[in-house]
Every structure is written in structure tokens, then in C-alpha cells.
């Protein structure tokens, strides 16, 4: 393997205000001696371990952003179909498996011709010539002592970080500790499937052994931003453990039976509630570390515009994930901008934008995700005893008091109102208030308004603009860019903020859940994401409007409440998809129909009638992880495959 050629495949999203280290593109080196003889080339060989990293902000590439229901496309163009939304559509197979992360070869649109460089065993393989050769002290003779540590580190993150995410999608993988010998860079070798508890310790350990090598924060922010603390090591170690803790890798009995060829048990049949113990440290550790270098929640603060504080405690939700490096951004990845935004973004009708092919407002969000959010007394909307719901179709006219979520004397469904910030800052809807900074004036009290009806500037029959549930997706467009005028939008990038603050701190709520049942300290962290949202604490919210007053006082209840949180706060963020798999409840939800407003309504009365856009189907237990696939099956004869494929 000493003449293996390194190609480096990068993408450059360079901004003018910050050079980032993945701009740095290396030369073809033509064997391994050369790429460890001098400071630069091995800088460089590192910078090819971090290429692999995933583009989780286009969600062409990311599988758990649109392969559940919480993002719909419209059924009748394919041509935006994608391999995410077919997994959506219950069309995942074994003979060529859609996201295929285990042979490399992903499978996606047709029409799609950009390249994918996301090859995790090749990932891995190039960790384990860096960690091969920077262990090796006659190795690379110009670099520091601490620049040598930290690289190792570096190195250690991303192969622990791989192969937790292939654990993830694939259950129990091999372990590649070191390179074997095969034949072709593209080959891969004949290795086995190690049993979960073995993979997650192993990735543990060497998440333990980066942290122990990687700076608390990063310096440099010119040149360095994106790169791997110690921080993101340990939430990626929270995450980890809080997923081996789970139902799904915990004591599965779906999979008592799962052994290989060998007779080696991948899963162990008996629940050890010692993971969720692990989980809880693990969460907490990150915590501590997180806020010992700056991390806090986000909030909205400088006003030069002089905003209402609806509209401003909406900004404190949106901008937490996409302000560019947001003190929230546990993990922001600069290898990877968020790039979907002309399919969230919508015509607005006080707007003059004459570009409508860049303004589609295709992404939906099904009518399960608007009913998802709470109340605005920070319950859901079948609980609340002084809100009343059952009729959630039916008309309303919106008063004075309502204009910065709905336009004054607009007629919307009794769903729309009421409800609590996030419900506002998240999604756009018909008649709904889309704040952006270039609204005329610069002022909530005269801003943009969605129409979405059949035939209006953001609804069906309007140049390609047809979103199959009358909810767009609000949340990952960014304010500050400027989607109104004649000339062609602008929209304001940002890296994809993989792991959030307030991601953290709703796992470890959940671990000390499980761990204590109904914690009070559990409480204490939902409430810190709770405050940030505009809501009441889960006992007063509760106590005073809920017809389950008591239910945070048990593990179960507290824990509905907890997984609820999570998909509320963390919705649209590719979240939700994993949470789902690792609770085992994909199966009663993703078995539900996926149901919208009529679209092709042109008046409220025809507009705001339930409609079913799809009928998912899940099975379970074969859809909680992917089929590797009857190719690779048939190449390595040690390899099962996963139950029902």
C-alpha cells in the first residue's frame, strides 16, 4: 500500500470575512513516504481525512433530512425526488440500496450529477495512515510536540466519528482499527460484523483519547473555524451513548436471534441500564465542557430595528441555528453550508420578486408536524384544558393583537392560532407573518405575508410553486436574506449546525430521566430550552394547563415530554429521523398518513379541508437499519445481512 494515490476532493465555500481550513486543497502526492516527510504534506494528508466528512447541509446528501415525514415533496414532481425521499416512500431495497454508505456507490436522482466523495471505509482507511504515520516520531521531523498531539486528535475524532456513523445507520459494523491488506484502494476487506457493545466501546474509547488531545476552543478563527475541539468530541461521545442507551441498541428483542456466519450475537438480548448511566455522564461532561468555552443558548439581543418582542423571541429561535457560528454551535460544519434555501423561500405577496424559479417553497412540512407544537401555555394541543382544539380546521378571523404571527383580519384555521413561538418562527403558512430584515421599512408592523391558495403567489398553479401541505419551512432560511424585488434573491449562507447547545441539554434531561425517574434536575434542563422558546417550565405549564397535570412526575410521562421537546425544538435539523429509529417508535409513526391542507382550495372554505398526501409504510423490525446489499453480501462471504433484507 505504499503507492496508494491521495485525492482530495473539496469543496470551496469560501467566504470573503473567513478563510476556513477546508479551502486548503492538497497536491497529488505520489507515495506515502513523501506525504509524512514535511509539516506542509501531512497538514494536508489531514485535511483528506476531514474531506469525508458528510455535506449534512444539503439535503441531497444528508439521509436523515428528508427520509422520515417531516418534510414532504410534492407527489406529482419526481424530478425532485431524490434518494432521501424515496427511503421516505418506503422504496429502500437490497439490490441497490438508496444512500448506499456501505460500498460507497449512493444511489440518487437521475437528474442529479454532482459527486458524492462520502466514502466512510475509504475515510477510515486514510485516519489510518495519518494515525499510522504521526504516531511514529521520525515521522514528519518539523512539527511541534503539541501541533503533533492535536493532529492525532484530530484524526482519532473522525475515525471514531465514521464509524459511529455508520453504527447508526447499519447497527453493528466492523471495527477498522488498523489497515489490513487488500487489493485496489476501492476494494474492501474481508472483515466481519462486530457486536454493537463492542463497536460503541470502541468508539467511546477513541472519542476519550481525541478529547484528551484536542484544543478547548478554536483560537485562530480565520483560518481554523470547523475544525475538531474538545467540546464537539464529547457531545459526538453524548450522542453516542444516549443512542446505545435507547431501545433500538438496548435490549432489543427484535434482535435476539441477529448472530453471524460464526455464531457471534451482534446485539445483546438484555437491557443494561449502565448505558444510560454512561449516557448521563457522557452528556454531562459535554455540558460542562461546552460552557467552560463560551457555549450558551442563543438569544436575539442586539435591536437596531426596533422590534416587537414577538417578533424578536422569534428571532432568538430561528437565528440558533442559522446565525453563522452562533455561541449555540457546538458543532458547525464549514465543509458543509446549508444550500436548499430557494426550496424553503416563498413569493411573498407584498413582494415584487419577479424570480419565482429561485422562491419555491417546495419543502412541506406534513399537518402532524404543525399539530406537533404546543400550545402557546406550552402544552400540546390534546391536553390543554383551556384551549380548545378538536376543531382544528375550522375558521377564525385573526385580530390586532394576533398581527405578528397572522395579518390582521385574515381568515386561517383554528390550527394556526394560538400556538407557541416556535410554532411562528418554525413554519410559514397561509396568511402567516415571514419576518425578514429587508421587509419594507425594517419593521414587524409592515413585513411580508404568505398567500398560499390555489393560484396566489406562493400557492399551487403559481409559476412551479406547489407545496403539498400549506406549511413551508421557515426555520432554515435565513432573515437577513433578501428574497423580495426584481432582481434575483440573495440568500444568506451558513455552515450546518450539526450539534447544538440545546441538543445536548435535552439528552442529558433524557438520561437523567431514565436514570432517576421524573428528575427534577431533568426539568430544570427542558426548561433552559423552554425559557429560550418563550414558555413557561414543564411544571407550571403542566400543573396549571394540562388535563394530565401530574405527568411530569413519572418516568413515563416525563419522558413523553422529553421526546417531544427534542422533536419540537430540534425540528427540521435532520434530528428527528435518528431520534425516531433509536426510541423504536418509527414504527407506529412513520406508519401514520402523511396529511396536508388542500393545496388546490382556492377559497378558505375549500383551501382549509384535511387532506392525505401519502400512506407511509414502515416495517419493523427491517426498516430501522439499512440493507449493506446483495453485492457486498456476495463479495465478502463473512458479511450477514440485516434482518428482513
Request: net charge negative; glycine share 6%; charged share 25%.
Given at each position: 500500500m505504499r503507492h496508494i494515490k491521495i485525492a482530495l476532493v473539496c469543496t470551496l465555500l469560501a467566504l470573503v470575512s473567513c478563510k476556513k481550513f477546508l479551502d486548503v486543497v492538497p497536491d497529488n502526492v505520489a507515495t506515502l513516504d513523501n506525504a509524512f516527510r514535511l509539516r506542509n504534506e501531512a497538514e494536508k494528508y489531514l485535511f483528506t481525512c476531514y474531506s469525508y466528512l458528510p455535506w449534512n447541509g444539503d439535503n441531497w446528501f444528508n439521509p436523515g433530512f428528508m427520509s422520515g415525514d417531516e418534510i414532504w415533496l410534492p407527489q406529482t414532481d419526481q424530478a425532485t425526488w431524490h434518494a432521501a425521499f424515496r427511503i421516505a416512500q418506503g422504496m429502500q431495497n437490497a439490490n441497490a440500496p438508496y444512500f448506499d454508505d456501505w460500498s460507497g456507490a449512493r444511489k440518487g436522482s437521475t437528474s442529479d450529477v454532482r459527486r458524492d466523495p462520502f466514502k466512510v471505509w475509504r475515510a477510515i482507511r486514510?485516519?489510518?495512515?495519518?494515525?499510522?504515520?504521526?504516531?511514529?516520531?521520525?515521522?514528519?521531523?518539523?512539527?511541534?510536540?503539541?501541533?503533533?498531539?492535536?493532529?492525532?486528535?484530530?484524526?482519532?475524532?473522525?475515525?471514531?466519528?465514521?464509524?459511529?456513523?455508520?453504527?447508526?445507520?447499519?447497527?453493528?459494523?466492523?471495527?477498522?482499527?488498523?489497515?489490513?491488506?487488500?487489493?485496489?484502494?476501492?476494494?474492501?476487506?474481508?472483515?466481519?460484523?462486530?457486536?454493537?457493545?463492542?463497536?460503541?466501546?470502541?468508539?467511546?474509547?477513541?472519542?476519550?483519547?481525541a478529547a484528551e488531545k484536542l484544543p478547548e476552543k478554536i483560537v485562530d478563527e480565520n483560518t481554523q473555524m470547523g475544525r475538531i475541539t474538545k467540546p464537539i468530541a464529547l457531545a459526538v461521545k453524548a450522542k453516542l451513548w444516549a443512542m446505545a442507551a435507547s431501545p433500538l441498541f438496548n435490549g432489543n428483542p427484535d434482535y435476539a436471534n441477529f448472530k453471524d456466519k460464526e455464531g457471534l450475537q451482534l446485539f445483546n438480548p438484555a437491557f443494561d441500564p449502565k448505558k444510560w448511566e454512561m449516557a448521563r455522564d457522557a452528556a454531562k461532561a459535554a455540558i460542562e465542557a461546552a460552557e467552560a468555552n463560551g457555549h450558551v443558548l442563543y438569544e436575539y439581543k442586539v435591536d437596531v430595528l426596533g422590534l416587537n418582542d414577538t417578533t424578536k423571541r422569534q428571532l432568538s429561535i430561528r437565528n440558533s441555528f442559522t446565525q453563522r457560528w452562533a455561541p449555540e454551535h457546538i458543532w458547525a460544519m464549514s465543509n458543509s453550508y446549508f444550500v436548499n434555501e430557494a426550496l424553503c423561500a416563498v413569493p411573498f405577496e407584498r413582494g415584487s420578486n419577479t424570480n419565482r424559479s429561485q422562491l419555491r417553497g417546495l419543502w412541506a412540512a406534513p399537518m402532524k408536524i404543525a399539530k406537533m407544537f404546543y400550545t402557546h401555555n406550552g402544552v400540546p394541543i390534546d391536553e390543554d384544558k383551556t384551549l380548545n382544539f378538536t376543531n382544528y380546521s375550522e375558521l377564525r378571523t385573526a385580530t390586532v393583537a394576533e398581527r405578528f404571527n397572522i395579518e390582521k383580519g385574515f381568515v386561517t384555521a383554528r390550527l394556526n392560532f394560538d400556538r407557541e413561538p416556535r410554532f411562528y418562527a418554525d413554519l410559514g403558512f397561509d396568511g402567516g407573518v415571514w419576518y425578514m430584515k429587508d421587509s419594507p421599512s425594517g419593521k414587524d408592523e409592515n413585513t411580508y405575508y404568505i398567500k398560499a391558495k390555489n393560484g396566489e403567489k406562493a400557492g399551487f398553479g403559481d409559476y412551479l410553486n406547489y407545496n403539498e401541505t400549506g406549511y413551508f419551512i421557515k426555520?432554515?432560511?435565513?432573515?437577513?436574506?433578501?428574497?423580495?424585488?426584481?432582481?434575483?434573491?440573495?440568500?444568506?449562507?451558513?455552515?450546518?449546525?450539526?450539534?447544538?447547545?440545546?441538543?445536548?441539554?435535552?439528552?442529558?434531561?433524557?438520561?437523567?430521566?431514565?436514570?432517576?425517574?421524573?428528575?427534577?434536575?431533568?426539568?430544570?434542563?427542558?426548561?433552559?430550552?423552554?425559557?429560550?422558546?418563550?414558555?413557561?417550565?414543564?411544571?407550571?405549564?403542566?400543573?396549571?394547563?394540562?388535563?394530565?397535570?401530574?405527568?411530569?412526575?413519572?418516568?413515563d410521562g416525563l419522558r413523553q415530554i422529553i421526546h417531544r421537546e427534542r422533536n419540537i425544538e430540534l425540528v427540521f435539523?435532520?434530528?428527528?429521523?435518528?431520534?425516531?429509529?433509536?426510541?423504536?417508535?418509527?414504527?407506529?409513526?412513520?406508519?401514520?398518513?402523511?396529511?396536508?391542507?388542500?393545496?388546490?382550495?382556492?377559497t378558505a372554505e375549500n383551501y382549509y379541508k384535511e387532506r392525505v398526501v401519502y400512506t407511509q409504510s414502515f416495517i419493523a423490525p427491517r426498516d430501522y437499519f439499512w440493507p449493506i446489499g446483495v453485492y457486498d453480501i456476495r463479495r465478502n462471504p463473512r458479511l450477514v445481512e440485516n434482518p428482513g433484507w
Open positions: 486514510h485516519c489510518n495512515i495519518f494515525l499510522e504515520n504521526l504516531n511514529n516520531p521520525n515521522k514528519v521531523p518539523d512539527i511541534t510536540i503539541d501541533e503533533r498531539q492535536r493532529w492525532i486528535g484530530e484524526a482519532e475524532f473522525l475515525k471514531a466519528f465514521y464509524h459511529y456513523y455508520m453504527l447508526r445507520q447499519y447497527g453493528p459494523i466492523p471495527v477498522i482499527d488498523k489497515n489490513v491488506s487488500i487489493e485496489g484502494e476501492e476494494a474492501v476487506p474481508n472483515v466481519r460484523r462486530e457486536p454493537v457493545d463492542t463497536v460503541v466501546n470502541y468508539i467511546s474509547r477513541l472519542l476519550d483519547a426555520k432554515l432560511l435565513h432573515w437577513e436574506s433578501t428574497t423580495a424585488g426584481t432582481a434575483a434573491p440573495t440568500f444568506k449562507t451558513y455552515p450546518w449546525a450539526e450539534i447544538r447547545l440545546a441538543d445536548i441539554y435535552l439528552l442529558y434531561a433524557e438520561a437523567l430521566n431514565e436514570v432517576e425517574g421524573g428528575s427534577l434536575q431533568a426539568i430544570e434542563y427542558i426548561d433552559k430550552v423552554r425559557t429560550r422558546a418563550g414558555l413557561k417550565g414543564v411544571v407550571e405549564s403542566w400543573s396549571n394547563f394540562s388535563t394530565n397535570p401530574a405527568k411530569y412526575t413519572t418516568k435539523e435532520g434530528q428527528r429521523f435518528w431520534d425516531l429509529r433509536r426510541w423504536k417508535e418509527a414504527a407506529e409513526t412513520l406508519n401514520a398518513d402523511v396529511t396536508g391542507w388542500n393545496s388546490f382550495g382556492k
